[in-house]
């Protein structure tokens, strides 16, 4: 495959990646259509909670890749004008760079989040159910807060081979939206136990999003982190109800949530 000569190689590749989260998100989706508990699901979502939803989904899915490459990139080339591809790492080693570095960068992000920005962090939590549209319901500007909006642009700047670690980058954001779906693993089948010792479930973000279970399962891929910090919560089921009621306006929660 030829690469265009306008784009840099790591710029086509990282459009190139968005492909199988585009892929995850839209059969995620069409699987809650298609399914009649799942589709009512969704009718009985407010127009307040629309609003959140898809303009969420929106700055992750559009904006923060735009910022990433139109002004991360040009930040770190100014700042380490020296150090770009300094890093001669080969696939293995940037895979997992991504999927668990990262991953152990974004649980302390995460903790933070709830710590001492939670007045921010709490729109998120206002998701009443399960399902891939709430994966990014965040006020308009939280993203500018979570650590890959920065971290990815630096390490794809400083790796000569990127394409690794663009690998690691999709599955997370994947997994990520699969997370904020409904659909878990049914526990005692083959796969729940192939991947329950490790990877984060779908149920085990829920009990994240429980109020009747504080502080657990901050982490994004691995359930390592929280079992290394005492923040991990086991139950092979999801809980029987997730999310907060606060009380702000549409506005508030997509500008000013602290207020």
Same mark, same amino acid.
């Given at each position: 495959?030829?690469?265009?000569?306008? =784009?840099?190689?790591?710029?086509?590749?990282?459009?190139?990646?968005?492909?199988?989260?585009?892929?995850?998100?839209?059969?995620?989706?069409?699987?809650?259509?298609?399914?009649?508990?799942?589709?009512?699901?969704?009718?009985?979502?407010?127009?307040?909670?629309?609003?959140?939803?898809?303009?969420?989904?929106?700055?992750?899915?559009?904006?923060?890749?735009?910022?990433?490459?139109?002004?991360?990139?040009?930040?770190?080339?100014?700042?380490?004008?020296?150090?770009?591809?300094?890093?001669?790492?080969?696939?293995?080693?940037?895979?997992?760079?991504?999927?668990?570095?990262?991953?152990?960068?974004?649980?302390?992000?995460?903790?933070?989040?709830?710590?001492?920005?939670?007045?921010?962090?709490?729109?998120?939590?206002?998701?009443?159910?399960?399902?891939?549209?709430?994966?990014?319901?965040?006020?308009?500007?939280?993203?500018?807060?979570?650590?890959?909006?920065?971290?990815?642009?630096?390490?794809?700047?400083?790796?000569?081979?990127?394409?690794?670690?663009? @690998?690691?980058?999709?599955?997370?954001?994947?997994?990520?939206?699969?997370?904020?779906?409904?659909?878990?693993?049914?526990?005692?089948?083959? @796969?729940?136990?192939?991947?329950?010792?490790? =990877?984060?479930?779908?149920?085990?973000?829920?009990?994240?999003?429980?109020?009747?279970?504080?502080?657990?399962?901050?982490?994004?891929?691995?359930?390592?982190?929280?079992?290394?910090?005492?923040?991990?919560?086991?139950?092979?089921?999801?809980?029987?109800?997730?999310?907060?009621?606060?009380?702000?306006?549409?506005?508030?929660?997509?500008?000013?949530?602290?207020?």
């Amino acid at each position: 495959m030829v690469l265009p000569t306008t =784009l840099p190689p790591t710029v086509f590749t990282q459009t190139l990646l968005q492909l199988p989260i585009l892929a995850t998100f839209i059969g995620l989706l069409g699987g809650t259509i298609a399914d009649a508990t799942s589709r009512r699901q969704l009718q009985t979502k407010s127009r307040q909670d629309w609003i959140l939803d898809l303009t969420g989904l929106w700055v992750q899915g559009i904006l923060v890749p735009f910022l990433q490459v139109s002004l991360m990139l040009p930040l770190w080339q100014f700042l380490l004008p020296a150090q770009q591809h300094c890093w001669q790492l080969p696939l293995l080693p940037t895979l997992l760079l991504s999927f668990v570095i990262v991953d152990y960068a974004y649980y302390w992000n995460h903790r933070w989040l709830h710590r001492a920005l939670w007045s921010v962090h709490q729109v998120h939590h206002t998701v009443t159910q399960m399902d891939v549209l709430g994966t990014s319901r965040n006020t308009l500007w939280t993203s500018l807060l979570i650590v890959y909006l920065w971290i990815h642009p630096l390490c794809l700047y400083l790796l000569a081979h990127p394409i690794g670690y663009l @690998l690691g980058v999709s599955l997370t954001a994947a997994l990520d939206l699969w997370r904020h779906s409904q659909w878990t693993i049914a526990p005692n089948t083959w @796969l729940y136990r192939c991947l329950a010792g490790w =990877l984060i479930l779908p149920q085990d973000h829920a009990w994240h999003h429980s109020p009747d279970v504080a502080e657990c399962n901050y982490g994004a891929n691995l359930k390592l982190w929280d079992r290394l910090h005492g923040t991990y919560y086991a139950c092979d089921r999801s809980p029987p109800a997730i999310g907060l009621s606060i009380p702000l306006t549409l506005t508030q929660k997509l500008l000013f949530p602290c207020r």
